[in-house]
Every structure is written in C-alpha cells, then in structure tokens.
C-alpha cells in the first residue's frame, strides 16, 4: 500500500526567510501525481503545487517551488521569501494511477509558523 | 466553473443520536468523491471513496456509513454517533487523473 511521510510536525521560520518541508513517499508504480495543499487557521484546504511523476522538471508557482527526487521517493516543498499568511498546515499527498480515476492519500501534515 | 459544498458548517449532537452530512458537487460529472476526517492538529483520515453511484469503498471501519446517490451527490451517515466520532470532516473531489482536487468548505461535528 502507498504511504506518505512528513516527518516535521512543526516547523517555524522566520518573515522574508526560506523554509523547506519534506515529505517522503512510498510505492512501487511508475507514474503517479504528487500535491502539497495548505490548510490555514480557517481550515479551507488549498492547492500550493502539483508534480506529475513522469515529468522530470520541478514544478514552481511563485515563491513555492518542489525538489521532485523520484529515485529517492522524495517531494519537498520550499517556500522562498516566508510571508505571514503561510503561516498553516501543510499536507504532502500522493495520488495514485491505479484504476480508473485514481485514489489519494496524504500525509500527517507539517503545521508551518512564520514569525514576524 | 467546478465547486463543492457540504453542509452544515457545523453541528452539535448528542452520543447516540444519527448524523447526515452532505455534499454536492457542481460542474462536472462522475467525479471521485471523497469523505475524510481531521481530528485537531492531526493529519486527513480517509474514511469513504467513491468512484460512481452506489461504488462505495469504505477505509476504516466503524460506525459511519457513505452513500452516493445520484453521481454528484455524497453522503456521510450515522444511525448512532459515539464521543469519538466528534471532528472535522472534508468532502472532497476530482476528476480524472492528476488533476486538481477540490475541497468543501467543511463540517465541524461535536458530540456532547
């Protein structure tokens, strides 16, 4: 079965600065998509970036980008320029191929704190 | 555009008392739909998928049930809650492979 690992469950950083945020994976198929959704203090669940395994750049969406390392089964996120309103819970997911639609599992989740 | 909604956004019921929650999606069609649970601080637990009407798979077992009838409709049910049940639950959904998966706004439960 595909397990998912975030094994920092706090992390803090301060304003202006960079923070990554790991997160491991474990499967044995091939292509697969992997998401990192963040979930402020409002708990609305929002997308921060997505990877499709089969494509090897890293993906990026502003300040957010990922190291995709797909040997390794690693997905680390990191966030340049650290604002105030990162400030949330952070859950790496894996969604399998398997199947007709695919099914999805996440992680623990890494609570983020950006200090003023 | 695609959206989900569930309701209510929050609830109070006694132990032994039954429970619905539902959710619906809007703007697109044979979605794979989700129910997860989220104890405070804690991580998503998956308890229900489904990826058509009346294709219900069930991951932990307990005392909630899921039922999805029509295609963009998603129930969670209970005849009896019990203390343990109290949380936040999140409906979700996507279609298709890879792409993007959107979240309802939430369903806070106590169980007094």
């Known amino acids: ?116 | 555009s695609q959206t989900i909604h569930q309701w209510p956004a929050t609830l109070v019921q006694p132990v032994g008392s039954p429970l619905s929650l539902e959710c619906t999606v809007e703007g697109t069609s044979n979605p794979n739909l989700y129910w997860y649970r989220q104890a405070a601080g804690r991580g998503l637990q998956l308890l229900f998928y489904s990826v058509g009407i009346g294709q219900i798979s069930s991951e932990v077992p307990q005392n909630l049930s899921a039922s999805r009838p029509q295609d963009r409709q998603f129930i969670l049910s209970s005849k009896k809650l019990l203390l343990s049940d109290s949380g936040f639950y999140l409906c979700a959904f996507h279609r298709g492979l890879g792409n993007t998966i959107y979240f309802g706004e939430g369903s806070w439960l106590t169980v007094v």
């Open chain 1, 1 to 116: 079965a595909q397990t998912v690992t975030q094994s920092q469950p706090e992390m803090s950083v301060q304003e202006a600065e960079t923070v990554t945020l790991s997160c491991t994976y474990d499967t044995s198929e091939n292509n697969y998509y992997l998401f990192w959704y963040k979930q402020p203090p409002s708990r609305q669940m929002i997308l921060v970036i997505r990877q499709e395994a089969y494509k090897q750049q890293n993906a990026t969406e502003n300040r957010f980008s990922v190291n995709f390392q797909k040997a390794a089964k690693s997905f680390s996120l990191k966030i340049s320029d650290s604002q105030l309103g990162d400030t949330a819970m952070y859950f790496c997911a894996f969604m399998s191929s398997w199947g007709s639609q695919g099914n999805l599992i996440f992680g623990k989740g890494t609570k983020l704190s950006v200090k003023p």
